[in-house]
C-alpha cells in the first residue's frame, strides 16, 4: 500500500512540474525573490546603520 502512495504523489508531482511553462516559473521565482530581497534591504539597512553609528562614535 506504502508504494501506491509513493506512486500517486509521482504522479500528481510529474502531472504539475509539465503543467509549469517557462512564464509561469519566471513569475514564481520573481514572487520569491521580491520577497526575500525586501527583507535583505530591510535588514541590511538596519544592520548598516547600526555598524556606521558604532564606527562613526569610535
Do not use: C, Y
Request: proline fraction near 2%; hydrophobic fraction near 50%.
Amino acid at each position: 500500500i506504502g508504494q501506491d502512495i509513493v506512486s500517486k504523489i509521482e504522479t500528481i508531482i510529474n502531472n504539475r512540474l509539465n503543467e509549469l511553462t517557462p512564464q509561469l516559473v519566471k513569475e514564481i521565482v520573481k514572487k520569491i525573490i521580491k520577497v526575500h530581497l525586501g527583507w535583505l534591504v530591510v535588514w541590511g539597512g538596519i544592520f548598516g546603520g547600526i555598524l556606521g553609528a558604532i564606527f562613526n562614535f569610535a
